[in-house]
């Protein structure tokens, strides 16, 4: 005699899965998973930014950089309490799994936006405007994701930076913008980090659903500004090295 687990396997082709993965299998769930992510980054690099401004900062009286200090103080966070680095390697796990998702779910949407058209937009200017945001989504992301890329060898592990000593933030940075072909890659990156900033903190409102027109101008406020305070200094930092003015 045969037994078969017809029952069983009909049961299980019925069961709903969990409810994250639903979620993330939709478009709307896509486009929240990229507004989360982006938001994560955006609080990354504002943190990191004002970090950063201790370069301005000299040394202290003991003759320690500022930006010594502080690389040193943020890898002892919390310590007892969490292990050396422990928040550190918080943040990078975060941080790289948003870069995952937030990559993967850009990537899910534009096929399924490729698959859908010809889209049916209100008005051919409506669609011009969808148009020009996303491809340059799309390719300033890629970019930006290279420079992130090229920035972690550069000053996390060293390995393109040949003047590279771990923890000697200062030195590190000077050794790197010192060099004119990187600091020029570190402008042009950060300014397409600021385009990326700008469409992606306009559209992340629309898809967490705070498209109301009566927000529209603040909106824009708001990814001006935004973008303005972190392209400013980060554009500063390899200009006032390669020019001298930070040794
Ligand atoms: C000119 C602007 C920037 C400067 C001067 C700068 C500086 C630095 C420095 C000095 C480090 C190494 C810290 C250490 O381990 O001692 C670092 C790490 C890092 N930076 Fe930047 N950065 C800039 C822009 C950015 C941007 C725009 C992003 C992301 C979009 C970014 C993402 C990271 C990440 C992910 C790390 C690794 C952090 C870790 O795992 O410890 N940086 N940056």
């Known amino acids: ?3 078969t687990n017809k029952g069983t396997d009909h049961g299980s082709a019925n069961r709903r899965r969990p409810w994250a993965i639903e979620f993330y299998g939709s478009d709307v769930g896509k486009k929240w998973v990229m507004a989360i992510t982006g938001i994560v980054f955006l609080g990354y690099v504002f943190v990191h930014m004002l970090g950063n401004l201790k370069l301005y900062l000299g040394t202290d009286p003991t003759g320690i950089y500022a930006i010594d200090h502080y690389g040193e103080w943020l890898r002892e966070l919390l310590e007892p309490f969490l292990p050396r ?3 550190l390697w918080i943040f990078r796990v975060v941080l790289t799994a948003s870069v995952v998702f937030h990559i993967h779910a850009a990537y899910s949407l534009t096929v399924t936006n ?4 010809p889209v049916r937009y209100q008005s051919p200017r409506e669609y011009l405007v969808a148009n020009y945001a996303s ?3 799309r390719w300033s992301g890629v970019i930006v994701a290279a420079f992130i890329l090229f920035h972690l060898m550069d000053l996390t592990f060293g390995n393109v ?12 940075l000077v050794a790197s913008f010192s060099r004119p072909a990187v600091a020029i890659f570190y402008i042009v990156a950060n300014l397409l980090l600021g385009l990326h900033i700008f469409h992606g903190t306009w559209s992340l409102f629309q898809s967490i659903g705070w498209n109301n027109p009566r927000f529209n101008e603040w909106r824009r406020w708001f990814a001006w500004a935004f973008t303005a305070v972190i392209v400013v200094p980060n554009v500063s930092f390899p200009l006032t090295v390669l020019t001298g003015l930070v040794t």
């Open 1 to 3: 005699m045969t037994t």
């Open 114 to 117: 490729w698959k859908a058209r």
């Open 161 to 172: 930076n040949p003047d590279f000593v771990a923890g000697d933030v200062h030195a590190n």
């Open 85 to 87: 680095e422990g928040l």
């Open 135 to 137: 491809r340059t989504m």
